[in-house]
């Protein structure tokens, strides 16, 4: 049988991986003394309520490599294949600390994949991954096709406030100030090597339009569903889903909240897309 395992970087909540039949390998969040285990002891939601209420601002700790040897032991020991589809090895440790555990192990049973992505679009690709073994492709099969749509990722994020970049040091007190009073928007791109700043738009409306506008200029495949990220915005991210069928966008739709690592610097009531690009 083949395995897939992602991590909680992936935004694929605890219970949604239970009934796609994968294992998540759950990062720590830690706010000065507190740490937590991502989305078993803190929810995505539940870390956007301790990140506007704590006077810390958040760290993570990736995946070791122990833990990491322990599951894959279990699936290796009962004949199974593994897939991995790990968060960018440009933003996190975890996709080495699993490259490091599966060495360990016979040649060829474990397939490590760097998604260079995270957020939506590593959900996007687990999600196609969990269609191609429940298909009955072979591990060789699934790892080929994930690899070769990672040059078609698209992923964005608009943020709504500066205050977290500027906690973060990602951006100048005074830059904040201006973008607060101006009501400016930065809008992301989330590459292999972090989050590029690419624009900025003024006033939440704008921040959706901007968003549709990507994607009728880039539409994507629409063999694949479009993954809508929210940073505890659930009710925004329903409205932008109606706006993207109003605007003509037949994909087929998935709504994930936005986990701690790009959460920690975007801050909450962030919007954004993930795709695989027509």
């Known amino acids: 049988m083949v395995r897939i395992i992602t991590d909680s970087l992936s935004d694929i909540t605890l219970e949604h991986g239970e009934e796609l039949g994968i294992d998540i390998m759950c990062l720590n969040v830690r706010f000065g003394d507190e740490e937590f285990v991502c989305g078993k002891e803190m929810t995505n939601e539940q870390f956007y309520e301790k990140l ?24 290796i020991e009962a004949g199974d294949e593994i ?20 060495s360990d192990f ?19 690709l687990v999600e196609h991954a969990v269609k191609m073994r429940d298909q009955g492709k072979t591990a060789e099969e699934i790892e080929s096709a994930i690899r070769a749509l990672i040059p078609r990722i698209r992923t964005y994020l608009v943020v709504d406030t500066m205050e977290y970049l500027k906690r973060g040091g990602r951006i100048s007190s005074g830059k904040a100030l201006v973008g607060s009073l101006l009501h400016v928007h930065p809008v992301m791109q989330i590459v292999s090597d972090g989050a590029l700043p690419i624009g900025k738009v003024k006033g939440k409306k704008s921040c959706n339009t901007w968003l ?60 954004g897309i993930g795709y695989i690009l027509k």
């Open 52 to 75: 506007e209420s704590s006077p810390h601002h958040p760290a993570s700790s990736a995946v070791n490599p122990a833990q990491f040897t322990e599951v894959f032991s279990r699936y």
């Open 83 to 102: 897939v991995g589809i790990m968060f960018s090895s440009k933003m996190s440790a975890t996709y080495q600390n699993a490259v490091i555990a599966a």
């Open 212 to 271: 549709v506008d990507k994607l009728l200029a880039e539409p994507a495949d629409l063999d694949y569903p479009i993954v809508i990220g929210h940073s505890n915005a659930i009710s925004r991210a329903n409205e932008f889903e109606n706006q993207l069928r109003e605007a003509g966008i037949k994909n087929d739709f998935l709504t994930n909240c936005i986990g701690p690592i790009i959460g920690t610097h975007a801050g909450p009531n962030c919007l």
């Open 106 to 124: 016979e040649s060829g049973k474990i397939r490590i994949i760097d998604s260079e992505t995270g957020l939506t679009s590593q959900a996007l």
